[in-house]
């Protein structure tokens, strides 16, 4: 997914313009002319500046680059598929292994992307259950991190 | 000194270092053979496993894992014309060109041991040059270490990047990032919107799990070119041949580990940008250039050892300064923070055996990846059937979890998240990222000398140049940041100058 340079300079010069508003209500230091302000103020200036030249740039440019242009990715609905789903395993596991437990969010993260990206479902179902185990023991059992049980909290081993 | 030689040697010749120096191989070898899973990220997922080690076992982990990781990463380039890592890619066309060739032994043999080559070059020059600079280092105050940060800074948006303007832009979302938290001289918390999880700042681990291993599994997901063909059938004798090469090419060989050192040792350029500046001089100071591009050895040779050899550069400016050399020391000063080895001249005469160790680790790890690499090439075959299809949903799995041991904590996730598209958005439209790991890296130190300069000098800025070596670094900075003008104007003055000649 391309943008024109302008976009991105927009984007910069919004940010920039932010942190600045922001850093405006951050507190002096008695004493002391530079405080909790001076750096990120500097660096919103500096965000602005670059901001603007590419803006500039791609004002200059938008005839030969158009504003937005899409992947050849993004005709194709397996891909957006996979695209999709690869920031939804993440999604997913953030807003459900508390409650449904690591194993069931890993193997069905990994059962759906496996499918996406055309792995045959047999073999999807396998690996997605022997890789779930084999990384579950590998951080709770070995490394000890303590990864949720959820739903399977009553056979927790 | 024999003392702390000998605690080095106990501590590295352990069982438990010597294993995890093993399976690290495999796993760099691994990783880098296969296409799209480069060194870097290789780190960034053995960083989550190496914070439950010892330190000496943790950075063996990483050094092993990055040398084995730049080699292998031939090998893909070489039989499918696919570089394994980007530090292969200068001369993928021309190590395919020879498998065409029939040649592939040849090929990936001298990639091979002129990696190994490269990577000894460079681990002496790292410990011969490492001590000598801390040494110097130690007469440092908050000025000079403010110029080199921000000369270091500099370098990674100026001299590595084509694009400076994007490449600047990279570093002060770095730097902002960096500010988050109540990590500032001031205690004060910034950019935390109340967060409790924000005042401690945005993970660094988590963040180069995203950047790097994150972005490129979305670039998988969205890849809609067709795997490559393998070509070879078999693969021999790879050593064979190779001594002949060594005697015909030690101009090269030297030429590519020196230029491969200094690169590395400049921050910002990896092993990457080595490879190409040497196979571009190769090519250069070639007797015979028309070959380069038919299936020629020589660049192999040259830009092979320059690519190993910039890891070990990395880890200079990385071990006396505490100024990454390139993304992966980047990742592994996050680790020595952890592990309490804090970088810089006093980690020299305070640990001096966990310096010794880093070195005897970068000798062992040159030494066995000629061994473990000829083993990975003759299974080459195997490993590039693995389905990238199957391996990449694991590895989103893996840096998940990844992200979430570090603090336990699911915002950590969220952190990954973000940072993985942002930096597949931003890679996809010309923005290098590498300033951006720089910027996160060093945000902190470059502030906190920053602040404690300009309290020092009274908020006189004169202050920042009254020294001597304050002063020089600080002409090399404004010299880089003119460099581009300077560059400019000299084109155009010869452009003039053979208009009105002509």
Request: charged letters at 10%; aromatic letters at 10%.
């Amino acid at each position: 997914m391309k943008f024109n340079d302008a976009v991105f300079g927009l984007i910069l010069l919004v940010l920039g313009a932010l942190v600045l508003a922001v850093v405006r209500s951050y507190p002096g230091i008695p004493g002391q002319q530079v405080g909790p302000a001076l750096f990120p103020g500097l660096i919103a200036i500096g965000l602005c500046i670059c901001g603007f030249m590419l803006l500039v740039k791609g004002w200059r440019e938008r005839h030969a680059a158009p504003w937005m242009r899409l992947g050849g990715w993004t005709a194709s609905p397996r891909h957006v598929l996979a695209a999709a789903l690869v920031i939804g395993a993440v999604l997913f596991y953030i807003f459900a292994s508390e409650r449904l437990g690591f194993l069931p969010t890993a193997a069905i993260s990994l059962l759906a992307l496996m499918l996406a990206m055309r792995v045959r479902p047999g073999r999807a179902v396998l690996i997605a259950l022997i890789a779930s185990l084999l990384i579950h023991a590998a951080f709770y059992k070995l490394l000890r991190v303590p990864l949720p049980w959820g739903v399977l909290t009553p056979i927790a081993w | 000194m024999s003392a702390a030689l000998l605690q080095a040697f106990s501590m590295v010749f352990e069982p438990y270092t010597i294993l995890v120096m093993v399976l690290a191989s495999l796993y760099g070898l691994f990783v880098g053979a296969v296409p799209g899973l480069s060194a870097t990220m290789a780190v960034a997922l053995l960083v989550p496993v190496t914070f439950f080690m010892p330190p000496i076992p943790a950075i063996a982990a990483m050094v092993t894992a990055t040398a084995m990781a730049i080699f292998s990463g031939d090998i893909p380039g070489c039989l499918l014309r696919i570089p394994g890592t980007p530090a292969s890619a200068a001369y993928t066309d021309e190590a395919f060109a020879m498998t065409r060739k029939g040649m592939a032994e040849t090929a990936l043999g001298a990639g091979l041991v002129f990696s190994a080559v490269g990577g000894l070059f460079g681990t002496v020059v790292l410990i011969v040059a490492a001590p000598a600079l801390a040494d110097f280092a130690l007469n440092f105050s908050s000025f000079e270490y403010f110029w080199l940060v921000l000369l270091g800074l500099t370098c990674a948006v100026f001299i590595t990047s084509d694009r400076p303007l994007k490449g600047m832009v990279t570093l002060l979302l770095g730097l902002l990032v960096a500010c988050v938290g109540l990590g500032n001289p001031a205690g004060f918390p910034r950019f935390t919107f109340g967060n409790a999880e924000m005042t401690g700042g945005i993970g660094m681990i988590p963040m180069m799990i995203g950047m790097f291993a994150v972005s490129e599994v979305i670039r998988f997901a969205v890849d809609t070119l067709p795997p490559g063909e393998i070509v070879v059938e078999k693969v021999g004798r790879v050593l064979s041949g190779q001594w002949a090469l060594a005697k015909k090419y030690p101009v090269q060989i030297l030429r590519g580990s020196v230029l491969g050192t200094a690169v590395g040792a400049l921050p910002g350029a990896g092993a990457d940008i080595a490879a190409w500046m040497s196979y571009a001089m190769s090519k250069k100071f070639s007797k015979e250039p028309e070959k380069f591009g038919t299936g020629h050895v020589e660049g192999i040779v040259e830009s092979g050892s320059a690519n190993n050899s910039a890891l070990a550069g990395a880890w200079i400016p990385a071990l006396v300064f505490g100024i990454p050399g390139d993304s992966i020391t980047a990742i592994v000063i996050g680790v020595l923070y952890m592990k309490n080895l804090n970088p810089g001249p006093t980690l020299f005469t305070t640990n001096p055996q966990n310096i010794y160790a880093v070195f005897m680790l970068f000798i062992i790890a040159n030494i066995i990846m000629v061994p473990l690499g000829i083993l990975c090439i003759k299974v080459a075959k195997r490993i590039l059937r693995v389905p990238r299809n199957v391996l990449m949903p694991l590895i989103l799995l893996f840096c998940i979890v990844g992200s979430f041991a570090i603090n336990n904590s699911l915002f950590d996730v969220g952190v990954m998240l973000v940072a993985g598209i942002v930096a597949y958005l931003l890679e996809e439209n010309g923005f290098p990222i590498a300033p951006a790991i720089l910027g996160v890296v060093l945000g902190g130190m470059l502030e906190e000398n920053f602040i404690t300069s300009m309290i020092k000098s009274g908020g006189n800025l004169a202050g920042f140049v009254s020294r001597p070596i304050a002063a020089s670094l600080a002409a090399v900075v404004v010299l880089v940041w003119l460099a581009p003008l300077l560059r400019k104007l000299w084109v155009r003055g010869r452009r003039t100058a053979s208009s009105t000649a002509a």
